[in-house]
């Protein structure tokens, strides 16, 4: 009989075998994986009748279906065969967290020596890609990687990976792997993006500097430690964060800053629409998502946008540009939900770390460096909704798996005791 937790790790290495081919050569991998994910859930449920097991799955598929009708019903921005795509691009991510955290699969050490390998080669690849831009320009990139971003984020997660198998019985990472991932964090500053170049600091943050409890034990060299981490965070991103969000919005007739002016007029316009339309926003395929671009949404006229380059039916690239203004179509209720996921993960991550601190602490830094590799990513890119966040998101769900077994572990130890006394 095949074991469903063999599955989702069989189906997590070949989605990290496929990371770099689906950015261009196999663009519905991600999809199909998904896909698989729920068809797992299903089969567990008929024939194993575990339908308890996955009552967040059915939570999100309630959720995203009152969305869906919401959005035929009450507004006409966008046709419904676009709200079901958008549906289908948005929930995808979700979809094989919940069901590798609800089925808890753990890899086994051969598991782990071919996400190793896998990764060690994703890495290699995307560097000499970055490598040869400086050669031959992107005649290797676009039809490998599309763009330098891809290359950043696929070194990220690879090394995420990379990490998470390289842990020990003992909760430790020799010095053989630590410098192999140190050495792979800086092959991936070639991407030259500011987001990645934060990242790079809080990775090195949380595998040199980090130790648990360093916030109860706090002191003056732990306060240093931490303000040089955010002025080195802030300083690696402050030019972008200036291009895109201050001088964008205050040199808006100079032709050279309108493409960066784009970002922040999608950001502001998210925040209006989260006051109008109050507390459900304008649903599906209506703003800063890929159908909705694809499909121009009648939303965009409401609120003049059409009428800025980027932006209009005619140039929409820069459209589906962040993930932050997309939860405009979600509402104020979206926003909170997205927040309240996040809490909710980061909450069964911690729990590892409370229950042994030097078995669990890379795990737990693993788990929140995917967690800030999601968010720092969705301010100006929407890869949470990609390849590389897909696989972020797995390996979180098999990181929240554990410390779910772990959780009720101790529930049923508490359980046990007060039953003897």
């Not at 289908?88 to 753990?106: C, D, G, M, R």
């Not at 192999?180 to 993006?193: E, K, N, P, Q």
């Not at 690696?236 to 100079?254: A, R």
Request: proline share 3%; with cysteine.
């Amino acid at each position: 009989m095949i074991r469903l937790d063999r599955l989702c790790c069989w189906i997590f290495i070949i989605s990290f075998i496929l990371l770099i081919p689906s950015n261009q050569l196999l663009k519905y991998a991600d999809e199909l994986m998904s896909v698989l994910f729920l068809g797992i859930a299903l089969i567990d449920c008929v024939l194993n009748r575990n339908w308890r097991r996955y009552n967040l799955l059915w939570l999100l598929i309630a959720v995203f279906s009152i969305y869906a009708i919401y959005s035929i019903i009450c507004f006409n921005f966008n046709t419904p065969k676009y709200i079901l795509k958008d549906l289908i691009i948005e929930i995808k991510p979700f979809l094989p967290f919940i069901v590798i955290f609800a089925i808890t699969p753990s890899f086994t050490e051969k598991d782990k020596h071919i996400l190793k390998i896998i990764a060690v080669f994703n890495v290699v690849i995307a560097a000499l890609i970055l490598l040869s831009m400086y050669f031959i320009g992107d005649v290797i990139l676009s039809p490998v990687l599309h763009h330098v971003m891809n290359a950043g984020t696929t070194i990220f997660v690879s090394i995420m990976v990379y990490l998470y198998c390289s842990i020990d019985n003992f909760g430790y990472v020799n010095k053989k792997n630590i410098g192999a991932i140190v050495l792979f964090l800086i092959s991936g500053l070639m991407c030259t993006r500011s987001k990645y170049y934060g990242e790079f600091v809080l990775a090195i943050f949380f595998i040199f500097i980090y130790r648990p409890g360093i916030l109860k034990n706090f002191n003056i060299k732990h306060a240093a430690l931490i303000i040089s981490v955010i002025a080195i965070f802030i300083g690696v991103g402050w030019s972008k964060f200036e291009f895109y969000f201050i001088k964008g919005s205050s040199d808006i007739f100079d032709p050279n800053m309108v493409a960066s002016f784009a970002r922040p007029v999608l950001y502001v316009t998210s925040g209006i629409i989260l006051y109008d339309y109050f507390p459900l926003g304008t649903g599906l395929a209506s703003f800063a998502s890929f159908p909705s671009a694809e499909n121009y949404s009648k939303l965009y006229y409401e609120y003049g946008l059409d009428k800025i380059w980027g932006l209009s039916p005619t140039m929409p690239d820069f459209i589906c540009d962040a993930y932050y203004p997309l939860l405009a179509q979600f509402g104020i209720v979206g926003v909170i939900l997205f927040i309240y996921f996040w809490i909710y993960v980061y909450g069964y991550i911690k729990i590892l770390l409370r229950s042994d601190s030097v078995l669990y602490k890379y795990t737990f830094c693993t788990g929140v460096l995917l967690i800030c590799f999601l968010l720092i990513e969705s301010i100006a890119s929407t890869v949470i909704t990609q390849n590389c966040g897909m696989m972020a998101m797995m390996l979180l769900g098999v990181i929240c798996a554990k410390g779910k077994e772990i959780k009720e572990q101790l529930e049923e130890e508490n359980i046990t005791d007060n039953g003897k006394i």
